[in-house]
């Protein structure tokens, strides 16, 4: 009976030190990062009438304790991994006034951002120890506080020109395939044969708004798709830090 309370409370621990990790990465009090780590899902992410896509929050919600360390790992695996972790954490939207988080290649796109930020700004890149420990906890919410500066980073990238990034991404493969790293090498060979062969402009704008929807979340922010007074959100705008400075909306007609 001990052992089965002991196995039993492991879930609640790891938890409590999630709760703790994100008040004190975001200088906020322990009952607010609770609520942001527990908050339901439907309640952060707009559903409007996609039933799929309410129910697959809703499947996110009942997952058990395994399960969600075994995201929170493929989240914290840079580059390939997070990039398939968020493109299924935030699935498309199809609404009336207009559709979200779509693009056949976003999941491509988002690795091919990562590999640029990581590149550039090596500095940004979390340690394997620090992911490791925040995947064991099985909150995706503690791997996103280690990799909250990348994500910035990727973020960010989308604020320029396409015709700038491209070069961007190209040099950041090249010399990833120079890595002595075998995982950065072959997933630098495999994104390059996807930038050759596949045409992702068309997947950029569900590629920020993945982005977008998931640096909002700390900060109680609201994601492309939410409906507000001034219309539906398509998008944030964001400073090198902190919460989002403003949002971009579209009417409905």
């Known amino acids: 009976m001990t052992a089965t309370r002991s196995r039993r409370s492991v879930p609640d621990r790891a938890r409590r030190r999630a709760v703790r990790a994100l008040a004190t990465e975001l200088g906020v009090p322990y009952s607010v ?64 006034a207009g559709n979200f988080y779509l693009g056949d290649g976003r999941e491509t796109a988002l690795a091919m951002l990562y590999a640029v930020a990581g590149h550039e700004t090596p500095a940004l890149l979390p340690g394997p120890d620090e992911l490791a420990w925040a995947a064991e906890l099985g909150e995706e919410s503690a791997v996103d506080i280690a990799c909250a500066a990348l994500d910035r980073a990727a973020r960010l990238l989308l604020d320029q020109e396409s015709w700038r ?68 959100v398509t998008g944030a705008r964001w400073s090198s830090d902190g919460p989002p400075v403003d949002y971009d909306t579209l009417t409905p007609a």
């Open 33 to 96: 990062a609770a609520r942001l780590l527990s908050g339901p899902a439907t309640r952060r992410f707009p559903v409007g009438d996609d039933e799929h896509r309410a129910w697959m929050f809703a499947a996110r919600e009942h997952r058990s304790y395994l399960c969600r360390v075994s995201d929170a790992r493929q989240a914290g695996d840079l580059t390939l991994g997070r990039a398939a972790h968020l493109t299924r954490r935030f699935p498309p939207l199809r609404t009336a």
């Open 165 to 232: 990034l491209w070069p961007r991404i190209e040099t950041a493969l090249d010399a990833g395939e120079s890595s002595a790293d075998p995982r950065v090498r072959d997933a630098a060979r495999l994104l390059n044969r996807e930038l050759r062969s596949t045409s992702l402009r068309g997947s950029l704008a569900g590629a920020r708004q993945i982005l977008d929807a998931l640096l909002v979340e700390p900060y109680d922010g609201l994601p492309p798709g939410a409906r507000t007074r001034n219309g539906i």
